[in-house]
């Protein structure tokens, strides 16, 4: 079991950048793969980036391929999402998300969520 909480977005201009945080509690962080998820108004859940349990591989969606980077920091218990040259497509709910065991490529094999922190990109 885990528990993940979200931080660090807010409103930024097209152009600029913020880097979302994924704080975790539980049994062991290094146990889990890390995703980042997003939710615009009125569009399903989508993935957005994936990280391996030990930082290793990474996987983006094609529409932020080149401008996200997720990383991790297992001794921190803590996944980031760096987001940069955000664009006003980019503006929804960021989720971040853990996955024990099962497809890491799909949300339907991530087991716990946290609860989303709103990012807003303007124009």
């Known amino acids: 079991q885990v528990q993940l909480v979200e931080s660090g977005g807010g409103l930024v201009q097209a152009g600029g950048s913020l880097r979302l945080s994924c704080a975790a509690s539980?049994?062991?962080?290094?146990?889990?793969?890390m995703g980042w998820f997003r939710q615009a108004p009125g569009k399903e859940r989508e993935v957005v980036a994936v990280?391996?349990?030990?930082?290793?591989?990474?996987y983006y969606a094609d529409s932020v391929k080149g401008r996200f980077t997720i990383s991790r920091e297992n001794a921190k218990n803590t996944a980031y999402l760096q987001m940069n040259s955000v664009k006003p497509e980019d503006t929804a709910v960021y989720f971040c998300?853990?996955?024990?065991?099962?497809?890491?490529?799909?949300?339907?094999?991530?087991?716990?969520w946290g609860q989303g922190t709103q990012v807003t990109v303007s124009s």
């Open positions: 539980g049994r062991s962080f290094s146990s889990y793969a």
């Open positions: 998300a853990a996955n024990y065991f099962g497809d890491y490529r799909s949300i339907r094999g991530y087991d716990y």
């Open positions: 990280i391996t349990r030990s930082g290793g591989n990474t």
